[in-house]
């Protein structure tokens, strides 16, 4: 685990790249390999790419972002033998082939076949950080939180947003599948 400093320094780095609006200086806090655990659907963004195109759209989506408060300590990241992928506690790629999302965890004309989706435990435990916020979208105050997970190197391995309430998760959902649509980075329905 990467010392106290570290994380907290990413932390702040990255609330200050948010702040600014500058997308390249928060790739540069990514792994190469970070998974994004969105609210609104089951699979994870994965891959530096594909989360880097993700948060050029939630630039864009969110008005008057602003981090309020925030907290430091450690936390489990997921079990990539369920969601599928390495396991960085043991280094192996368990990954079953297996898609646990429904469709109901799925935007719109995204690939893959539904299947039950069972608990997520037993991850590695990582340094973590929450930034919690507080933004608008299409006129609905919302109320969430990100969890930062570093890996050993002090980049950000995983990144978990949660939101509430459900209108404004609702809204949310409307305006960065939209958003990833005109991007190119998921199909249209």
Known sequence: MPAAGIVHATAENFRTAVEKRDLAAI???FAPDIRFHSPVKFTPFEGRPTVHGLFGVLLRTFENFRYVGEFSGTAQLSDRAQLGGTDRSSGADRSSGTDRSSAADRFPGEAGAASAAG???GGAEADSHVL???ATVNGKEIH???LLQLDE???IEEFTVMVRPQSALSALSEAVYAGL???GLVPGS
Do not use: C, Q, S, T
């Open 27 to 29: 790739e540069r806090l």
């Open 119 to 121: 608990p997520v435990d």
């Open 132 to 134: 919690i916020f507080r």
């Open 144 to 146: 969430g939180m990100d």
């Open 153 to 155: 190197a002090g980049l």
């Open 181 to 183: 649509v005109a991007d």
